[in-house]
T-cell receptor, first 112, second 112 residues
Framework: KQEVTQIPAALSVPEGENLVLNCSFT??????LQWFRQDPGKGLTSLLL?????REQTSGRLNASLDKSSGRSTLYIAASQPGDSATYLC???????????FGAGTRLFVKA | ETGVTQSPTHLIKTRGQQVTLRCSSQ?????VSWYQQALGQGPQFIFQ???????GRGNFPPRFSGLQFPNYSSELNVNALELDDSALYLC???????????FGSGTRLTVV
């Protein structure tokens, strides 16, 4: 049974800092992994999707990497801005494929 | 292309009542999944529909039921509401597992 863990649970950084959010999963036979952003009380916005055959994906200031052998993915945010303040969630389909397993998220606060 | 839309955005119900939440999937997406997200936690999978058939279910009691219609829109029904059902309910749609999921903005349900 796939389990997803995100560390840290919360993070506060000054504006302009580069930062890394971590996501760990227990079953390395993943199909893909998706990173989402969630603003308070809102739905999920997809940031990046990494297929199992890929090592990383980039979109603007965001870069997500995937290391299946170690069961880890990281989301790198460059030159953080106050507008980046949100909760970031990672998720991957369960082994059976029909449901997506989420981590509890990392709550990020970027101070101006 | 339109994204995933959910209605209503907010809802207050009394314990013991029944509620229906609605979701319109992104154009062309034939798979719809429903998730429950309690405050401070990651989304928990309720069930998934593919071409009008339920093809996966999480650890939720039978009073959580759903439907998918020929146009791939979907409903989530919850009977005999309990206080613990208070949460953000998220709908996600997809065409292929490899494409990841697109989420709606959610319905905030409060049971009093």
């Amino acid at each position: 049974k796939q389990e997803v863990t995100q560390i840290p649970a919360a993070l506060s950084v000054p504006e302009g800092e580069n930062l890394v959010l971590n996501c760990s999963f227990t079953d390395s036979a993943i199909y893909n992994l998706q990173w989402f952003r969630q603003d308070p009380g809102k739905g999920l916005t997809s940031l990046l999707l990494i297929q199992s055959s890929q090592r990383e994906q980039t979109s603007g200031r965001l870069n997500a990497s995937l290391d299946k052998s170690s069961g880890r993915s990281t989301l790198y945010i460059a030159a953080s801005q106050p507008g980046d303040s949100a909760t970031y969630l990672c998720a991957t389909p369960d082994t059976g494929g029909f449901k997506t397993i989420f981590g509890a998220g990392t709550r990020l606060f970027v101070k101006a | 292309e339109t994204g995933v839309t959910q209605s209503p955005t907010h809802l207050i119900k009394t314990r013991g009542q029944q509620v229906t939440l609605r979701c319109s999937s992104q154009s062309g997406h034939n798979t719809v999944s429903w998730y429950q997200q309690a405050l401070g936690q990651g989304p928990q999978f309720i069930f998934q529909y593919y071409r009008e058939e339920e093809n996966g279910r999480g650890n939720f009691p039978p009073r959580f039921s759903g439907l998918q219609f020929p146009n791939y829109s979907s409903e989530l029904n919850v009977n005999a509401l309990e206080l613990d059902d208070s949460a953000l309910y998220l709908c996600a749609s997809s065409l292929r597992r490899a494409d990841g999921y697109t989420f709606g903005s959610g319905t905030r349900l409060t049971v009093v």
